[in-house]
């Protein structure tokens, strides 16, 4: 390997300047190095992410697992004509934007303040504990989340015991969080936001680290108080940032998430916590209905792409930093 | 700044010192709540998986246990599913984590180079599948014509390089001083030379960050675990043996006394574990060593979060 290093810094410089297509064959030749740390890669990128788009060709056909492709009965938009006069995937379609829109909001909002409070507080080392501590959950996995959300939620978890304790439910009535299909949105939003308000606050955190101190001296000879340099100067100092991740997030809006829903979800709330994923995987993999399935799935991630890409020429058109 | 400012920025301190004390107070309420809501589940748990099994069947076990007993991660550890699939939950960590940070370090490394001819091609083509992906039935055909199906590879190979990880690594790369770089080259280091010994050593916190996230994932992950290789006893994972587990008392939850050994568990054991306590038990061991480590690269995270969030 070295070897080769020492070759490529070593070559004499080339006599004629070459051009076009042959510069940039002399080009990759003298930057062999760089060429093998990232070719392999590409083909591996190739092969794992770009290879599997040619599944969807399955959506427009009557998928027979044991034919060819060239063999396969092309059907065309068939599949797609059923998903949307299936109660079904319009149930599942409906759980899937209410889910997201409540992360947004609320998982936005919260983090918001979050950061806005924590930026108030003045002992360097309280701070660090609270911020430490508020990012555990997004370390832990769904999993372990759901095992703790599931036994605080139980019947005899800590939160019907508070309800008993203060009053609001009489011993022996508690109540099956998880088996009473319209809480499901509001125990969906609630664990989402305990996961990960810590983490989202970091983002805000950094900018408001850039705002200028100076700022906030000059409302203090104004006469300000605290809320209002919140309010002034805090907040449009973050404008930017929130304003690019809210963009972002609604390119996200039909990927409300898998594991929560999936891991909290029972055959009792089953009609408001299925959403897209959860449907493309129950036909997919347990019915063995590829095209149908593929056809959900392809559904989705063509809308993101059209909503990302909406989303980031918004965010240009404003004027914001954009994602790519 | 005139005598009288001065006055008046007193006298306005003074006022408005009850309003800020009241704030203050509030603000330091507010934050120890936070920490009760975002702790106390886990110590609850904490307290039940190190309480005697049968005791806290009783309930009313809150923040310690009553009957101390370590029988349970006893039980655990000698159950040979459990005990197997924690070796491979520590395998698939720590070979996924390094491939992962190195992999990833070549590529940012190779696209951060301005002159690099392939630069602007390998950017899009990665950057692009952050938009679009196949989708799950179409990579678990894929996988399946590979063979990867009931292999240990399935969980290496599909998340080798993340596009974040790249990004970061990339900004940070850019982010060096070009005279470091420059300097390796003048002293006749090549390309390699250049990323072995110059960029690798200074891209430590970054990749700090990298294999913080990568490790996490790979500790965490159960789904690949379940729609690959469910039917391979063998290379579960400590994540999906809770899964199956949370399944399980799932399909029970509404009766009240969960009586049933979750299955699998030897029919001896009966009197020593319950279901409840093995769960317990388990949320802990899956959850400790993250616990155990995130603090430590806090203040790598956060700055490489700064540098994906706000730059992208």
């Known amino acids: 390997m070295e070897t080769n290093a020492i070759e490529t810094t070593s070559m004499p410089p080339l006599k004629e300047k070459p051009k076009g297509i042959k510069l940039f064959f002399v080009k990759l030749l003298q930057q062999r190095a760089l060429v093998i740390m990232s070719v392999p890669f590409l083909i591996w990128l190739i092969l794992f992410k770009y290879v599997p788009i040619w599944g969807w060709t399955i959506a427009f056909q009557d998928y027979k697992p044991a034919l060819g492709f060239w063999d396969q009965k092309w059907i065309g938009f068939h599949h797609f004509e059923f998903l949307f006069g299936d109660d079904r995937f319009l149930r599942v379609l409906r759980n899937t934007l209410a889910m997201s829109a409540i992360n947004l909001v609320f998982g936005f909002l919260t983090a918001i303040i979050l950061a806005l409070l924590l930026n108030e507080i003045r002992k360097v080392a309280f701070k660090r504990v609270v911020q430490t501590v508020s990012y555990l959950p997004h370390f832990i996995s769904w999993v372990v989340a759901a095992s703790i959300i599931q036994t605080t939620l139980s019947p005899d978890g800590i939160i019907n015991e508070l309800l008993v304790w203060f009053g609001f439910v009489n011993e022996g009535n508690e109540i099956l969080f998880l088996g009473i299909p319209e809480y499901f949105w509001t125990i969906f939003g609630a664990s989402s936001i305990w996961k990960d308000i810590g983490w989202n606050t970091i983002v805000y955190l950094a900018a408001m680290t850039t705002i200028d101190p100076a700022q906030y001296e000059a409302a203090e000879i104004d006469g300000a108080n605290r809320l209002q340099k919140m309010t002034f100067i805090t907040l449009p100092g973050i404008k930017s940032v929130v304003i690019v991740l809210l963009i972002m997030n609604i390119g996200y809006l039909l990927e ?27 036909y997919g993999i347990a019915q063995s209905n590829f095209s149908l399935s593929i056809a959900a799935g392809m559904f989705k991630t063509v809308v993101s792409f059209i909503l990302l890409f909406v989303a980031n020429n918004v965010a240009k058109r404003m004027g914001e930093s954009r994602l790519f | 700044m005139a ?39 886990f110590i609850n748990v904490l307290a039940v998986s190190l309480n005697d099994a049968q005791d806290s069947l009783k309930g009313g076990i809150y923040l310690l246990p009553r009957v101390w007993s370590l029988d349970n991660y006893q039980y655990i550890f000698k159950e040979a599913t459990i005990f197997h699939a924690t070796l491979i939950s520590i395998l698939r960590t720590v070979i996924g984590t ?30 692009l599948t952050m938009y679009f992906n196949g989708g799950l039935i179409p990579t678990f055909l894929l ?43 003048i002293d006749g280091a090549g390309d390699f030379r250049t990323f072995f010994s110059i960029v690798l050593p200074l891209t430590t916190p970054v990749l700090a960050t990298v294999a913080l996230f990568s490790g996490v994932s790979q500790w965490n992950s159960w789904f690949d675990v379940f729609l690959y290789n469910s039917s391979h006893i063998d290379l579960s994972t400590l994540q999906y043996e809770l899964q199956k587990i949370l399944q399980n008392s799932n399909t029970t939850a509404g009766t009240s006394g969960m009586d049933g050994m979750i299955s699998g568990a030897n029919g001896a054991q009966q009197n020593t574990v319950t279901p409840l306590s093995v769960r317990a038990t388990m949320t802990i061991v899956a959850s400790v060593p993250i616990i155990m480590v995130y603090p430590f690269l806090q203040k790598y995270f956060v700055k490489g979060m700064m540098v994906g969030g706000v730059k992208g």
């Open chain 2, 98 to 127: 390094v491939l992962t940070v190195l992999c990833s370090a070549m590529v940012a490394f190779s696209i951060s180079r301005q002159d690099f001819v392939l630069r602007k091609f390998v950017t899009v083509a990665f950057i």
């Open chain 1, 256 to 282: 409300s998430g898998f594991e929560p829903q999936y891991l909290l979800g029972n055959g009792m709330n089953v009609d408001y916590s299925e959403n897209i994923d959860i449907f493309v995987l129950k």
């Open chain 2, 3 to 41: 005598a009288s400012d001065v006055k008046l920025n007193k006298k306005y301190k003074i006022q408005t010192s009850i309003g800020d004390r009241i704030f203050d107070i509030c603000n330091y309420t507010f934050m120890i709540l936070l920490m009760i809501v975002t702790l106390y589940p």
């Open chain 2, 143 to 185: 996988m399946r014509d590979m063979n990867l199906v009931g292999s240990f590879w399935v969980y290496i190979w599909p998340g080798l390089i993340g596009v974040f990880n790249l990004i970061i690594i990339r900004s940070f790369i850019e982010n060096l001083p070009e005279s470091i770089l420059e300097s390796g080259k």
